[in-house]
């Protein structure tokens, strides 16, 4: 067997996205043992575009792992986003409206890479090309992960398997179908989500509502700016050419006054589908699922990322106190404690969703609707703050 590949361990995580590596590290610092295994290679893994905004106990938990110097040195602090629709722009400033908090730009791939430098330099193991096929015995006290490395079949038996193998993943499977419940939602529409090596055109995200459908505009650094387009699901990036991208753009985020779209070289372009979906309950025996496992949001709210984070730092704490005191307490309350946050979160990005995308054939009614409650927020400081409140983050355990 190859030296670094144990045959048991306290908590087996099946994933090596942000969930399963911070989870992994935050283990690691409270003396917990642990395995992560990964389907992908390093490269993939670091290279996969996705989310780009953290909360503020995101950003703590990051910290807290070790995993805060990079972020604190090129993270973007930002204090408020901007709603546009009808040809004008409203900004939401958070600090007033929330007491103090904000959020910071860092993009999820950057968050990979510091977790994994770090878990390689000191651990715990993490194995690349690593898929689990299965897991066996959820429901006794020594479950057993299966899985293939490096071409051979191999088992890891556990005290503890957590699935943060994200929504294909195959731990959910491990629960019988009878006990789990599922809640779900797709959407008639898709983000075409491009990177342009161009200085971002605005200081804080842009979320615009327009007759032609949403768009965004966020950024990566002072040089790279991020930005989606609303477009049909089953659409292939490449019947988009550039210049009809920036066009699109240009029309969606049209706002009187002296604004303008800087362009720039595009370097990046995928489509991807918006889902809500839940798993009741994220744990069965002792199996426990987090992050999209478990969970899946549209991500208008950008709360994807954020979710994932929070579920691990409520589970890494329980696991930590059932090693320091042998109290299970934490643990039997790590479904509901998540799901509460969870179902909160799930109705601010159904919120934000249906609020600033047009369904295929929307009528004048929906619309008149969604251009109320914009001019809600923008007319009123209570619709403001609970926009802003759910934005920068909830707390990480509700209050009951
Ligand atoms: P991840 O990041 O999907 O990581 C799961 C990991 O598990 C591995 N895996 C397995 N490993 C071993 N054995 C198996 N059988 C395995 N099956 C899967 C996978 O290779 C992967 O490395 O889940 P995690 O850690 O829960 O993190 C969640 C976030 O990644 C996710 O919520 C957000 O990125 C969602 N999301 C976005 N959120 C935003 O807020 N803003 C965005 O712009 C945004 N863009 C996105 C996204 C999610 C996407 N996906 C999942 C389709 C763009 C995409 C394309
Ligand atoms: C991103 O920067 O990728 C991003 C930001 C905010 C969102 C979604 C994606 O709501």
Redesign the pocket.
Same mark, same amino acid.
């Given at each position: 067997m190859n030296r670094s590949e144990p045959a048991r361990t306290t908590v087996g995580i099946v994933g090596g996205g942000p969930a399963g590596l911070l989870l992994a590290r935050l283990l690691h610092r409270a003396g917990v043992d642990c395995v992560v295994l990964e389907s992908r290679d390093r490269g993939y893994v670091e290279q996969r575009q996705?989310?780009?905004?953290l909360e503020q106990a995101t950003v703590d938990a990051l910290r807290a792992s070790g995993a805060g110097d990079r972020l604190d040195r090129k993270g973007l602090v930002h204090d408020g986003i901007e709603l546009r629709w009808d040809r004008r722009g409203h900004r939401i400033d958070f600090p007033s409206l929330t007491g103090g908090r904000r959020v910071w730009?860092y993009?999820q791939t950057e968050v990979v890479k510091d977790l994994i430098a770090l878990q390689l330099h000191d651990g715990p193991p993490l194995l690349f090309g690593a898929t689990a096929e299965s897991v066996s015995g959820a429901d006794t006290d020594r479950p057993v992960i299966h899985y293939v490395h490096e071409g051979r079949r191999r088992s890891l038996a556990c005290d503890w398997v957590v699935g943060c193998d994200g929504f294909h993943g195959v731990v959910r499977r491990a629960v019988p179908g009878s006990e789990l419940r599922t809640f779900e939602r797709t959407y008639p529409y898709s983000w075409l989500?491009v990177l342009a090596d161009v200085p971002p055109s605005c200081d804080e /995200?842009i979320?615009a509502h327009s007759p032609r459908g949403f768009a /965004?505009h966020?950024?990566?650094s002072t040089t790279v700016s991020?930005l989606?387009l609303q477009v049909p699901n089953g659409t292939e990036p490449s019947s988009w050419s550039d210049t009809r991208i920036w066009e699109e753009l240009e029309a969606r985020f049209a706002v009187d006054g002296d604004w303008r779209l800087e362009r720039g070289p595009i370097t990046q372009k995928a489509v991807l589908p918006m889902r809500s979906f839940v798993t009741e309950p994220m744990r069965w025996g002792r199996v426990l699922l987090a992050g999209d496992a478990a969970h899946i949001v549209p991500?208008?709210?950008?709360k994807g990322l954020n979710l994932a984070a929070a579920d691990v730092i409520v589970l890494a704490r329980a696991l930590a106190a059932l090693h320091d005191t042998g109290s299970t307490a934490l643990l039997d309350a790590y479904s509901d404690t998540c799901l509460r946050r969870v179902w909160r979160a799930e109705h601010f990005s159904w919120f934000m969703t249906t609020t600033l995308h047009a369904d295929p054939g929307q009528d004048g009614f929906t619309t008149r609707l969604q251009l109320s409650q914009l001019d809600r927020i923008a007319a009123s400081p209570h619709a403001a703050a609970e926009l802003a409140e759910n934005y920068t983050g909830l707390p990480l355990v509700p209050p009951s």
């Open positions: 996705r989310a780009g905004i730009v993009a989500g /995200l979320y /965004l966020s950024m990566r991020r989606y991500p208008t709210g950008a």
